[in-house]
C-alpha cells in the first residue's frame, strides 16, 4: 500500500505564481524525498529533508515538514511551464532503500 | 550521461508468455532497486539488491517475478506467464551507499512499460 497521499491531486497554475503541494504520511519516517515525473525526464529526485530538519530549500524549492502532523509541503516559486510535471512525495521507512511514493499532483502551468 | 539505463522501453506481449526486463545501473552505484508504476499512482517497490544480494522483496512481487543481479552490475525483472494486471511501467533506480549515511536519493531510469494483451 502506499505510504504518502498528496493533496490536491491537480493543480493549474500560471507562470509567475506559486505553487504549493502537501504530502501526509501514515507511519514513522527517517526521511522524506519529493521527485518529479514528466515524460520527457522520467522521474527526477528534487529535494530530501531529514526526520530531525523542519525545512530546507533549493533553488526555486522549498520543502517543510511536520513530523508531529506526519505531513510535508512544497512550494515551487515563481513557476514555468517547466515545472509542468506531476509531483511525489516518498518516505524512506527502512533506511537506505525501499521507498513508498503518494499517488502524486499533478502540476499544470500555463504560459 | 551514464544515467540508469532500461531494455526494452517498450514490450507487448499476450497472456501468458515471458517477458524480461533489463536495468543498468550508475555504474559506481552498488544498490539498486525495482518499482512497478499503474497509470495515475505512484511507483510501488517490488525489490531491491545490494550488489548481488537481492536484500527485501515486496509482496507485490508473486511467485511469477523473479529478479537477478548477478554480478552485482545490471539486473534483470524476468516475469513468467503474464497477465493482463502485469501491465505497467517497470522503473528501475540505482543508488550509492555513502559511508555513515543510512538515506540517499535514488535515480531512476526511463522505464519498461509493458503491455499485456
Known amino acids: 500500500s502506499q505510504q504518502g497521499e498528496e493533496d490536491p491531486q491537480a493543480l493549474s497554475i500560471q507562470e509567475g505564481e506559486n505553487a504549493t503541494m502537501n504530502c501526509s504520511y501514515k507511519t514513522s519516517i527517517n526521511n522524506l524525498q519529493w521527485y518529479r515525473q514528466n515524460s520527457g525526464r522520467g522521474l527526477v529526485h528534487l529535494i530530501l529533508?531529514?526526520?530531525?530538519?523542519r525545512e530546507k530549500h533549493s533553488g526555486r524549492l522549498r520543502v517543510t515538514l511536520d513530523t508531529s502532523k506526519k505531513s510535508s509541503s512544497l512550494l515551487i516559486t515563481a513557476s514555468r511551464a517547466a515545472d509542468t510535471a506531476s509531483y511525489f512525495c516518498?518516505?524512506?521507512?527502512?533506511?537506505?532503500?525501499?521507498?513508498?511514493f503518494g499517488k502524486g499532483t499533478s502540476l499544470l502551468v500555463t504560459p | 550521461d551514464t544515467g540508469v539505463s532500461q531494455n526494452p522501453r517498450h514490450k507487448i506481449t499476450k497472456r501468458g508468455q515471458n517477458v524480461t526486463f533489463r536495468c543498468d545501473p550508475i555504474s559506481e552505484h552498488n544498490r539498486l532497486y525495482w518499482y512497478r508504476q499503474t497509470l495515475g499512482q505512484g511507483p510501488e517497490f517490488l525489490t531491491y539488491?545490494?550488489?548481488?544480494?537481492?536484500?527485501?522483496k515486496s509482496r507485490l512481487l508473486s511467485d511469477r517475478f523473479s529478479a537477478e543481479r548477478p554480478k552485482g552490475s545490471f539486473s534483470t525483472l524476468e516475469i513468467q506467464r503474464t497477465e493482463q494486471g502485469d501491465s505497467a511501467m517497470y522503473l528501475c533506480a540505482s543508488s550509492p551507499r555513502i559511508a555513515g549515511r543510512s538515506y540517499n536519493e535514488q535515480f531512476f531510469g526511463p522505464g519498461t512499460r509493458l503491455t499485456v494483451l
Open positions: 539488491f545490494q550488489n548481488e544480494a537481492q536484500l527485501e
Open positions: 529533508i531529514r526526520s530531525n530538519e
Open positions: 516518498a518516505t524512506d521507512i527502512n533506511s537506505g532503500y525501499a521507498l513508498n
